[in-house]
């Protein structure tokens, strides 16, 4: 049933609909703090689905085929952002399994043992023994105390946290998040991310790699320089890395005008990028701007209800 729905909406040729789907994270066992986020078992179910009513292409192909108007019906691409270490652990041998390709953006500055900043507030609330976190100045007020001693208390404190410091400035972030682990005492892990040899790896087994920035900063809040050394220099540590040139790009957070703007647009297309993508719910078509493809993730666990977002937005616009 949905093969076939799904190919009368996004047909093949000019009328073709390209539908990008995002994740982060894929977890070997489900996550008490995180029951929403996707384990193996799950992403393992989505495969089968993809694999059995879609047309996965590589999104470097996939954007050419869009321009060209050349799509084939049911056109979809899989990408993942971060440069989390589950995605070459547990993400990649189920994508094999399916004989399905994906793009893996990675942000440079946390290669190697190094960690995002809102992984920093994550296991130092969940990693704590204490019963609250004194949170004061620099803070202030709304986290003078935080309850983290039942499961609910630390999801609410983890949103409260990172909604209070999502869009401060990187330096500024990163100062306060090594604080909160200090106030936790906690010394939160540094494996969270993949290796150097890792992102190489999954080069090596037919996956693409694509360039996230270095420290995975708001654009939107960037001067044309600092966009340009964030942008610029992924790319080329990708490439050192690789050997090869990097021509896709994920705008960090990737809400048009809130996380990156038309001259973050214009940075990426100046350094020489072939396509990039943000985080605005639609379907492409030939008239998409391939600088701004949009991607979306339906996260429904029932198969019908998976079938029925997919369709939806490929009408999105």
Not at 107 to 131: C, H, K, Y
């Amino acid at each position: 049933m949905w093969k076939q729905l799904l190919g009368q909406m996004s047909p093949a040729g000019t009328r073709a609909r390209l539908s990008v789907l995002i994740f982060h994270r894929v977890l070997p066992l489900p996550d008490p703090l995180f029951p929403d986020e996707v384990d193996a078992h799950r992403f393992d179910i989505v495969c089968g689905w993809l694999a059995r009513w879609m047309q996965v292409l590589p999104l470097d192909e996939a954007v050419a085929r869009l321009k060209a108007g050349t799509l084939p019906a049911r056109a979809a691409c899989i990408t993942f952002d971060d440069g989390y270490a589950d995605n070459y652990h547990v993400a990649l041998p189920i994508l094999q399994r399916h004989r399905l390709c994906s793009t893996f953006f990675v942000a440079t500055g946390f290669l190697d043992g190094g960690r995002m900043w809102n992984d920093t507030v994550i296991e130092s609330v969940r990693q704590t023994r204490l019963p609250a976190l004194a949170l004061d100045d620099p803070l202030g007020s709304t986290f003078a105390t935080v309850p983290v001693g039942s499961i609910a208390e630390k999801q609410a404190a983890i949103q409260a946290i990172i909604g209070q410091l999502k869009y401060l400035p990187v330096a500024e972030r990163a100062a306060l998040t090594t604080l909160i682990a200090a106030k936790a005492q906690v010394a939160p892990p540094t494996d969270l991310m993949m290796t150097s040899a890792e992102v190489k790896a999954l080069r090596s087994a037919g996956m693409q790699i694509g360039a996230h920035t270095v420290s995975h900063p708001i654009l939107a809040r960037l001067d044309r320089a600092g966009a340009y050394s964030e942008i610029g220099q992924s790319k080329q540590v990708l490439e050192q890395i690789l050997g090869e040139r990097v021509g896709l790009f994920a705008y960090p957070n990737g809400k048009p005008e809130v996380d990156y703007s038309a001259e973050s647009v214009e940075v990426v297309r100046e350094l020489g990028f072939d396509a990039a993508v943000s985080t605005r719910w639609a379907a492409s078509s030939g008239t998409t701007d391939v600088f701004q493809i949009p991607r979306f993730t339906p996260w429904d666990r029932n198969r019908w209800l998976f079938g029925a977002r997919m369709a939806r937005n490929l009408v999105a616009t």
